[in-house]
């Protein structure tokens, strides 16, 4: 069974609410109707009765009916008893007359003849602390019914009313209040799959519309954000596979191209075994850097023995170069604040870099700054520009040394450095013609 959408669940919501509070209005609205019509006809009838009272007299023990204006004769509707005599009675039909005559001997009291839609109302007539006779006056309910019955299919009348237009009410301002909501969530679905770029930018939020919007947009940040991520990814994974790979390829083909010295087996296999590390220590560092970007947990690893790794993994790259590569140790032992995996491949794209530019001698060092760990990557290549030092970080952009023919690479290295840095609270900048690489300490 398909489930309801949220504007018929509250339209819904909203009949049944109303309906309820009509048919309660109404209720109450008739209870005290009928309560006040019925108190209406009790005055009526003592009224009658006191009239009837004043019409009576003494006279030797017994009661005396005086002439009665054209008022309050026949039409009144009231009996008069005396010592077991009925001195006056209308026309009321037999049926009411015996009630009549049954109610004079309790007198006072009152009493309703439903056959006849009547009210009685009996009151003693004492004289000189003696009772001579009673007073019975009737008035008819049906006038009062009459109108109680109106009063109801009125009230009922208005309450449909009143309830279809709070229902067509509710629909309209239903559909023109989530109408916006709908189609902002139509857009976001949209814009979800092709423009990763557009936004509601409805300013700060101050009602419920603007905070669904603020909340849309920070949701279309963070899916641009994780796609930019993957993307980021696909090419950094490409950037840093690709020699390896190329490298363990081209040395098995060389191998199997032709027989063999077992010496020279093995050291073929062992070429392929360093890369294929290689690869297992990049894999392991981009996976590290993705787990610290969603909030991991980070691991620690001495900051020298990071260098010490760095230097080596780009010793053959200095060696064909001719250049002088080495990491100075600190004066006392210092740990980072990450694993040793990702601060290495934070540092081996600098250091490479330097190797590539390096004329003879390129230096890494280490030391405390400010309670983080500071690495200096040093060499006596042509520098950086000073219109560069931000440009050769992003992915694909070279500076003008390297496009001038020099250097080689495929400017990703430096980015995918800065980016492992800063996802782990660090960074990597050019200051005073060398690389600074900045992490965290443990």
């Known amino acids: ?29 008739n ?37 009665a204006p054209d008022a309050a004769a026949p039409d009144a509707q009231v009996w008069v008893f005396s010592r077991g005599k009925t001195l006056e009675a209308p026309s009321a039909g037999e049926l009411v007359g015996r009630a009549a005559q049954e ?26 602390g003696s009772r001579l006779g009673t007073v019975v006056a ?29 229902a067509l009410g509710a629909r309209w301002l239903l559909a023109s209040a989530l109408l916006p909501v709908a189609r902002m969530t ?8 092709r423009e990763l770029d557009e936004r509601f930018a409805l300013g700060e939020p101050h009602d419920e519309l603007t905070e669904l919007a603020a909340t849309l947009d920070a949701l279309l940040d963070r899916l641009a954000a994780g796609l930019r991520r993957e993307r980021r990814f696909s ?12 490298r363990i390829i081209a040395e098995s083909e060389l191998a199997l191209l032709r027989e063999r010295s077992p010496d020279q087996y093995r050291d073929a296999l062992e070429l392929v075994h360093g890369n294929a590390r290689r690869l297992a220590q990049t894999v392991d560092a981009l996976v590290a850097a993705a787990r610290h970007e969603a909030g ?3 691991g620690t690893a001495d900051a020298f023995a990071v260098a010490s790794e760095a230097v080596d993994a780009c010793s053959a790259l200095a060696a064909e170069r001719g250049l002088r590569l080495e990491a100075e140790p600190p004066a006392r032992p210092i740990r ?24 003879s001698a390129v230096q890494l060092s280490v030391a405390r700054s400010d309670g983080a760990v500071a690495y200096s990557v040093a060499d006596d290549g042509p520098g950086v520009n000073e219109d560069e030092r931000d440009r050769i970080f992003e992915a694909g952009v070279r500076g003008r040394v390297a496009e001038s023919g020099g250097g080689g690479g495929a400017g990703l290295g430096l980015a995918l450095a800065r980016r492992l840095a800063r996802s782990v609270s660090g960074d990597v900048t050019v200051e005073d013609g060398n690389f600074r690489i900045v992490l965290p300490a443990g």
Request: hydrophobic share 50%.
């Open 31 to 67: 209870v005290l109707l009928t309560r006040q019509l019925s108190a209406d006809a009790s005055r009526l009838a003592h009224s009658r009765a006191a009239a009837a009272l004043a019409l009576l007299r003494p006279a030797g023990g017994r009661l005396v009916v005086r002439e």
């Open 1 to 29: 069974m398909t489930s309801l959408g949220i504007r018929r669940r509250l339209l819904f919501a909203v009949t049944g609410i109303v309906a309820a509070a009509l048919v309660a209005t109404i209720a109450a609205f």
């Open 235 to 246: 090419a950094e994974l490409s950037h840093e596979l690709r020699t390896p790979l190329a």
């Open 103 to 128: 109610l004079a001997g309790r007198a006072p009291g009152s009493t309703d003849v439903s056959a006849a839609d009547t009210r009685l109302y009996a009151a003693p007539v004492v004289v000189g």
């Open 296 to 298: 991991a947990p980070r």
């Open 138 to 166: 009737a008035v008819s309910l049906a006038p009062y019914e009459q109108t109680r019955r109106t009063a109801l299919v009125a009230s009922l009348a208005l309450g449909v009313v009143l309830l279809l237009a709070a």
């Open 186 to 193: 139509r857009q976001a679905s949209e814009w979800s799959e």
């Open 336 to 359: 980072l604040g990450v694993e040793a995996d990702l601060a290495e491949r934070i540092l081996q794209p600098v250091v490479e870099n330097a190797c590539r530019y390096g004329r």
